[in-house]
């Protein structure tokens, strides 16, 4: 089964969402350790997961129906790295969370999170209308 350019569209929406929320956890975290010596401020490698899951700067992919020629769709999981921010200044007590600029990084998830999600909202409204009213049996 081959995914149509709208099943695909849902598709990476969904991972997006998904992302979105793993990143938004994340910040929470470090926001919550702000004040705990020692702690590492922790990233996650977001743009590098979801171009994976959406097949993007993976040159040629293999086709054909052998098993092995099987390519990523956008509705595959993915599994992004969480890692050490390496731009983390380490303060006197050993903590590398920057609280404004971790406060900062969560509006501007929540803002792309809620734009993925309004517009998966309009991707599932079309296609209600498609199959409620737009068949044309009234």
């Not at 983390?88 to 050993?94: F, N, R």
């Amino acid at each position: 089964m081959s995914d149509s350019g709208f099943d695909s569209t849902i598709g990476a929406l969904n991972t997006s969402l998904n992302l979105r929320l793993l990143n938004q956890n994340v910040i929470g975290a470090n926001i919550a350790n702000a004040d705990t010596p020692g702690y590492k401020a922790k990233s996650v490698e977001f743009e590098g997961a979801l171009r994976e899951a959406l097949g993007v700067g993976q040159g040629v992919q293999a086709q054909g129906s052998h098993p092995e020629h099987i390519q990523r769709r956008a509705t595959d999981p993915v599994f992004p790295e969480i890692y050490d921010d390496p731009n983390g200044v380490e303060s006197l007590d050993g903590n590398t969370v920057d609280r404004s600029a971790e406060m900062a990084e969560l509006a501007e998830n929540q803002l792309l999170y809620d734009a993925s999600a309004e517009m998966l909202k309009r991707k599932l409204g079309m296609l209600k209308y498609a199959i409620s009213e737009g068949g044309g049996n009234r």
